[in-house]
């Protein structure tokens, strides 16, 4: 009897052992800084008992009991002291010095869910996490029926790697309502980002009111409806109604700063000048630097820059007057009304891309330059960058720009914004600014996921495993100047909210766990894992996502006899590649990829589709010929009179 008994509690210690060790369930993004799984799991019950301890916990607990009530779960919130508690949210009295603002400490066991922290922040993203750990249905928008709400028996301790964890959302190129940036503030805490920066500013348009400058809103707000191609729209012609766009007043800003306030996000304002102001020069021309500029118009996404490997030229000149002091009261009004609308302490200004071949013609501009010993047109934009941030500090602001804004010199009390690559968030560092690394090869959202035949096309591509690639903190940087990163979505290509969410995830996942978990912890199998598993609560979430990862990849080349030879790759393992050259549709039944292909002379298109085992994950992917021969420097082949090559769309020239 005492060896059976033996035997059964070594049994039970080896499976507990291995329960422990085994974390395949916990599919957390962000994943955490420490987890454990242990045997067991904690029914919840329909009727649910939440229990408070600590100050400020309200906003918490009205999130948690939100999301219970949208599914069917009804949830009485008490005082420590009172009921006996299926989950405990506790604000501890004596602070974890190792979790700091935003951590949290995460128990499930036989007795229920206990989440403590250091301030109610943490236990919010506690609670993010609470709920990925539930069956999917938790994500419903809708009441769900019979479901057994499991939970995990686990303990984790987790805490932000990064202060800064953001997303910017650009509502200037096409305009989004205050609902739908309010669902997508609800959409981005599922994955701990503190940070919206929305960027209100550009040449197609002015989304803020600004009362003591109304034409800001009534002109600058409005442009043309167009549908295609961003960037090469045909010109407005005078009759088309300006009908397009709108803005925020100062009233929804107020409100979608206390609605992201509930969910700890802070709301970074961004005004973008000196350039990309076309819509403020439309609504007072006065700002221009050229004569002409009263003719000017709201840009409805006409070319109105040329781009070239030597830089760039407006057509138009889209920035504001340097030399004059319009300029400066104009923007002493704007960020007059602006501070006191965010209380977060850092105004963007922007000062990307900044055209200065109009400027290079101006008169009043080569007096500034004589005046102040301005050398060349850097100068010129530091010496307005350093006007501008005395402006934005005397309104107790901290300014932010951009990574051109170091070229002219601006002052060490200026934070950058690293877009233009990792380099120039190092470069800018290491001149003493706090930098927020968000560089285009890793975190820029708008670029196509997966091949540009299956994408709205851009000028270049970002998948996902590049994303999670993204590292904010070089070495050799100091670690105290790098306050953390941002993904970045550029709208131009974006014209509604379903696309906002397709072209965010899963990439902004990646972003998240970049800046929020440790960095020895990433692996790339391992994390993909886990976003599959995301992608059914994002389903029952109603939030569109890209099944881009699963599309192949096309490397074409030449072959030894001129011929084309073609390359598939797919960025996940485990997935076979079946294709046909006959115009037909393949499935599993059709041939496999299991090496280079060579394109039959006469083939005019290549159809690929991946299976995961006998079920299709991919989507049906048709590459025409001539867009693989259009990749490839080969000796041009006469092209037969019959046939017609495939037209290449135009591609938007880079941005910020």
């Given at each position: 009897?005492?060896?059976l008994?033996?035997f059964?509690a070594?049994a ?10 085994d ?7 962000p994943?955490?800084v420490?987890?454990?799984?242990t ?12 229990s408070?301890t ?7 607990s ?13 949830a009485i919130?008490?005082k420590?002291?009172?009921?006996p508690a ?10 974890d010095?190792t979790l ?14 206990s ?5 109610p ?11 990925q ?5 938790i994500?419903s928008v ?17 805490y932000p790697r990064?202060?800064?964890r953001?997303?910017m959302?650009?509502v200037?190129?096409?305009f989004f309502t205050?609902?739908?940036v309010?669902?997508?503030i609800?959409d981005?805490v ?6 919206l920066?929305l ?5 197609e ?8 400058l109304?034409r ?6 409005w442009n043309?409806?167009k ?12 009759d088309?109604?300006?009908?397009y766009?709108g803005?925020y007043?100062?009233?929804d ?5 206390a609605?992201?306030?509930?969910r700890f ?5 961004e005004v973008?000048v000196p350039?990309?102001?076309?819509a ?8 221009s630097?050229t004569p002409?500029a ?11 820059m040329?781009w070239g490997?030597?830089?760039m030229?407006?057509?138009i000149?889209?920035t504001?007057n340097p030399?004059?002091?319009?300029t400066?009261?104009f923007?002493?009004k704007v ?10 302490k850092?105004i ?6 900044c055209a200065?071949?109009f400027w290079e013609k ?15 047109m850097?100068q010129?934009?530091?010496?307005f960058?350093k ?12 300014f932010?720009g ?5 070229e ?14 990792v380099?120039k ?18 975190a820029?959202?708008d ?6 035949v299956?994408e ?5 591509s ?6 999670y690639?993204?590292?904010?903190l070089p070495?050799?940087?100091?670690a105290?100047?790098?306050k ?7 709208t131009?290509?974006?014209?509604n ?16 766990e ?17 976003v599959?598993?995301?992608?059914p ?6 939030i569109?996502?890209a099944p881009?990862?699963?599309d192949?990849?096309?490397t074409?080349?030449i072959?030894p006899?001129?011929?084309l030879?073609?390359?598939?790759s797919?960025?996940i ?5 079946y294709y046909t ?7 599993r ?14 083939a005019?298109?290549?159809?690929v589709i ?14 025409p010929?001539?867009?693989?021969n259009t ?26």
């Amino acid at each position: 009897m005492k060896k059976l008994t033996l035997f059964i509690a070594t049994a039970f210690i080896a499976l507990n052992s291995v329960a422990q060790s085994d974390n395949s369930e916990l599919a957390i993004i962000p994943r955490p800084v420490k987890m454990g799984r242990t045997v067991g799991s904690y029914l919840l019950k329909k009727t649910v008992t939440i229990s408070l301890t600590g100050n400020g916990i309200k906003a918490v607990s009205d999130h948690l009991t939100d999301r219970f009530s949208k599914v069917g779960i009804y949830a009485i919130v008490s005082k420590a002291t009172a009921l006996p508690a299926s989950i405990k949210l506790v604000v501890d009295a004596q602070p974890d010095r190792t979790l700091g603002d935003e951590g949290y400490t995460l128990s499930v066991t036989s007795s229920g869910v206990s989440i403590h922290a250091n301030k109610p922040q943490g236990l919010f993203y506690g609670v993010q996490t609470l709920f990925q750990l539930m069956p999917k249905q938790i994500e419903s928008v809708d009441k769900v029926g019979d479901i057994r709400w499991t939970i995990p028996h686990v303990q984790i301790t987790d805490y932000p790697r990064f202060a800064w964890r953001g997303l910017m959302f650009d509502v200037t190129r096409h305009f989004f309502t205050k609902n739908e940036v309010k669902r997508f503030i609800d959409d981005m805490v599922r994955y701990k980002y503190n940070l919206l920066h929305l960027h209100l500013t550009d040449d197609e348009g002015w989304r803020i009111e600004i009362k003591s400058l109304p034409r800001l809103t009534e002109v600058g707000a409005w442009n043309v409806k167009k549908v295609g191609d961003f960037g090469t729209f045909s010109p407005p012609l005078p009759d088309e109604p300006r009908n397009y766009g709108g803005f925020y007043t100062q009233d929804d800003i107020r409100e979608i700063v206390a609605y992201a306030k509930d969910r700890f996000v802070d709301i970074m304002p961004e005004v973008d000048v000196p350039g990309h102001s076309l819509a403020a020069i439309a609504a007072y021309p006065e700002l221009s630097a050229t004569p002409g500029a009263d003719q000017y118009r709201v840009r409805s996404g006409e070319k109105i820059m040329n781009w070239g490997s030597d830089g760039m030229t407006a057509l138009i000149d889209n920035t504001l007057n340097p030399a004059s002091e319009k300029t400066y009261e104009f923007l002493e009004k704007v960020v007059s009304e602006i501070a006191p609308l965010f209380p977060f302490k850092y105004i963007h200004m922007g000062g990307d891309e900044c055209a200065k071949n109009f400027w290079e013609k101006s008169d009043a501009i080569k007096e500034l330059m004589v005046r102040e010993n301005l050398k060349d047109m850097e100068q010129v934009q530091g010496y307005f960058e350093k006007r501008l941030a005395k402006i934005v500090e005397s309104k107790g602001k901290k300014f932010l720009g951009w990574d051109e804004i170091v070229e002219g010199g601006v002052g060490t009390n200026a934070a950058v914004m690293s877009w233009r690559s990792v380099k120039k968030g190092i470069e800018a560092a290491k001149l003493g600014h706090e930098v927020v690394m968000s560089p285009t090869e890793f975190a820029y959202l708008d670029y196509m996921q997966s091949d540009r035949v299956m994408e709205p096309r851009v000028y270049a591509s970002l998948r996902l495993n590049k994303t999670y690639m993204f590292e904010p903190l070089p070495d050799g940087v100091d670690a105290k100047l790098v306050k953390g990163g941002q993904a970045n979505l550029w709208t131009e290509q974006i014209y509604n909210m379903r696309q906002v969410q397709y072209m965010i995830w899963p990439r902004a996942m990646a972003v998240s766990e970049s800046v929020w978990s440790p960095k020895a912890k990433k692996n790339w199998p391992e994390f993909f894992g886990r976003v599959e598993k995301h992608f059914p609560r994002l389903d029952e979430a109603e939030i569109k996502y890209a099944p881009s990862v699963y599309d192949p990849a096309f490397t074409p080349s030449i072959a030894p006899n001129n011929e084309l030879r073609i390359e598939l790759s797919t960025e996940i393992t485990g997935l076979d590649i079946y294709y046909t050259f006959d115009n037909s549709f393949p499935d599993r039944f059709y041939p496999k990829y299991t090496g280079p292909l060579i394109a039959p002379k006469d083939a005019r298109q290549l159809r690929v589709i991946t299976y995961r085992g006998k079920e299709p994950i991919g989507r049906l992917v048709s590459m025409p010929i001539e867009e693989l021969n259009t990749r490839i420097k080969r000796t041009p082949t006469p092209v037969p009179l019959n046939v017609t090559p495939v037209n290449q769309p135009p591609v938007t020239p880079p941005k910020k």
